[in-house]
């Protein structure tokens, strides 16, 4: 096949080695050029620059990409990569309650050369594309297939009607595995935009005629979207179905919005799709009461809400929120950091409760759609830390010795050894309601059980001290 005859079994040999989540980059970038696929490193690099780090300090990126495509029905997703990596994906997405299986197209350095790796992928997608069972088949080049070549733009676009959707995932171009869902959800956006344009399509299941929706980007806790409607229902509007979507019809539904909603700030590949369909997307989300506010108004003008109903949807929620926010005050030092690209919104929700937040770290890139946040936030004495390198966030957490660290695992294990009350902000801060009353009620419950904590550190430190 192209671009992977032009790497010699001895090159291919080189990546396997050098393939890793902890080094080898260049030589990765290097042979991903040679083997044909600088156009396609270039548009990651522009979607999502690189950090202090060069390779992913969390889990496998390509765990995004996987893990929206094992949560849509009538999708099947296929893995191309070293078998090591695909074993670490497939228990990962166990861990996270896939109940879907992953499938899996293996290789050598001989089928890698030979070109037999893309033969073989193409018989799998076909062997998948049962128009009864599937919509879409996906399949996911890791690190080194992608190095390698291997050219999944080749596979036909559809296969008994269904859908062939391939994209390149290496860990070295797409730093988190946030970004990663990014990838595929835009992939996704892309071709059913072009269905939509090119013809009629089949309805989204709970369309309400003559109501008109806003599209929200980015995985809540299920709880949020409700929060969320009920916050915009004054003013004639719904949600639409959730990008990433559920089932492939929500992709018409997402795009057939007013407007688009970047709750989660790193959709760049999707905000795209969004304006290309000609929906404009704002930033930000209803958070707190300021956050709220300005939200409202943000919606208001891009689905050219009349004031009357801005007014009303203004009078409904923020009273509420702010008798919730007096009665739920925090008075604790809390570092705030993370990889789910929430964690601007977390520490804003926790100021306005009361907290000192002096740093709050990300794994994600500033964006246009967290750029309110980051002012927001200055303005409020944190110091925001975009791409965030784990040495970053020890050294906040060290510095700051707040009384609770909401961060990664390996800070939740580096508080705790200090006696620092930790905890991981995937199981326990995106895993509760982030949005009106119910978000602030989740993160007073999560920081007062927490933090209390520390007296009981204290003492285990004492102890244990002197204990080898
Ligand atoms: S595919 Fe994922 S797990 Fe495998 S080397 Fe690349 S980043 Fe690491």
Redesign the pocket.
Known sequence: MDGIAQLDEQAVRTLESA???HGGRDTMLDAAARAGKSEAMDALMRDYPRGPHD??QS?????GSLRVGLRMRRVATVLC??A???Y??SFTARFYGARRSVGYVPFNSETLVRGQVFEDIREAVFGLADPDAVDAVVVIN???PTASGVPLDLLPRTHNGVRIIGID????GVPTHAEAKDVLAAAMLRVARAEAEAGPVQRPAGTVDGVRTLALIGEMFPVDPISIGALIEPMGLAVAPPTPAREWRDLYGALDSVAACAIHPFYVASAREFAAAGRPVIGSAPVGLDGTAAWLDAVARVAGVPAAQVDAARAQALGPLRAVLDANRIDARITVSGYEGSELLVARLLIEMGADVPYVGTACPRTDWNDADRAWLEAHGAHVQFRAALEQDLAAMRDVAPDLAIGTTPLVQAAKERGIPAIYFTNMVSARPLFGPAGIGAMAQIVRAQASGRERFGRMLSFFEGAA
């Not at 889990?59 to 765990?63: G, K, L, Q, S």
């Not at 995932?169 to 070295?172: I, S």
Request: aromatic residues 8%; hydrophobic residues 40%.
């Open positions: 393939s890793g989540c390779q992913p889990m496998c990126p390509a765990f990569g070293s090591c990596c695909v670490g994906l890791l690190c080194v995932v290496p860990g070295f």
